[in-house]
């Protein structure tokens, strides 16, 4: 089992940036297949980003590609989320998650077996 705690959100203007951090206890996070997902009000929740388990293989979803970029340190058992150029659409809640199973990347929020708490996103034009 793993627990998934995230933080760095905030509120920010227009072109702005921020950088998402989900710190892992317990099991470390390179079992695990990682992923960022948001959840604005009235909508489903979405993959933003996901990274395997070896941190060489990344997804990202198309409206963040070039902006957004995954990463992850196994020596502090955290994975980021760096958030440039960002947009009033991007506003969510974000989430950390990691998938358990066999595929080498998940995007489907469904498949994710944990998740952090969230942390907001406000982003203003």
């Known amino acids: 089992q793993v627990q998934l705690v995230e933080s760095g959100g905030g509120l920010v203007q227009a072109g702005g940036s921020l950088r998402l951090s989900c710190a892992a206890s317990g099991r470390t996070f390179s079992s695990y297949v990682m992923g960022w997902f948001r959840q604005a009000p009235g909508k489903e929740r979405e993959i933003v980003a996901a990274?395997?388990?070896?941190?060489?293989?990344?997804y990202y979803q198309d409206s963040v590609k070039g902006r957004f970029t995954i990463s992850g340190d196994n020596a502090k058992n955290t994975v980021f989320l760096q958030m440039n150029n960002l947009k009033p659409e991007d506003t969510a809640v974000y989430y950390c998650?990691?998938?358990?199973?066999?595929?080498?990347?998940?995007?489907?929020?469904?498949?994710?077996?944990?998740w952090g708490q969230g942390t907001q996103v406000t982003v203003s034009s």
């Open positions: 990274i395997n388990r070896s941190g060489r293989n990344t």
């Open positions: 998650a990691a998938y358990r199973g066999p595929q080498s990347i998940a995007t489907i929020p469904d498949e994710f077996h944990y």
